[in-house]
């Protein structure tokens, strides 16, 4: 059974940092392109970070420079670093499995972030 596990979440003060992190199981994560996604209260979801198999990474304008992606395969985890976190990150964050080669994809059910003072 594939799982995603999203933590990490939290309150936190504008100009601060989280880790979210993502424990995937049940599918060989080395193969899967990770990425995280964002869906603030009425807002559709959207793309935050991805990083392929081979570790390349993209990100959303709107993090450019204050978010990176990152994963640790031995772990099977994808991590979301967030710094300087302004009240427009609040958001429910989500983590996603996607290998293209066969057409899977997963996704988490979401850790939330809250920015405010």
């Known amino acids: 059974q594939v799982q995603l596990v999203e933590s990490g979440g939290g309150l936190v003060q504008p100009g601060g940092s989280l880790r979210l992190s993502c424990a995937a199981s049940?599918?060989?994560?080395?193969?899967?392109?990770m990425a995280w996604y964002r869906q603030a209260p009425g807002k559709e979801r959207e793309l935050v970070a991805v990083?392929?198999?081979?570790?390349?990474?993209n990100y959303a304008d709107s993090v450019k420079g204050r978010f990176s992606i990152s994963r640790d395969n031995a772990k099977n985890l994808v991590y979301l670093q967030m710094n300087s976190l302004k009240p427009e990150d609040t958001a429910v964050y989500y983590c996603?499995?996607?290998?293209?080669?066969?057409?899977?994809?997963?996704w988490g059910k979401g850790t939330l972030v809250t920015v405010s003072s």
């Open positions: 990083i392929t198999s081979g570790r390349s990474t």
């Open positions: 996603k499995a996607d290998r293209r080669t066969t057409g899977e994809n997963y």
């Open positions: 049940g599918i060989s994560f080395s193969f899967y392109t």
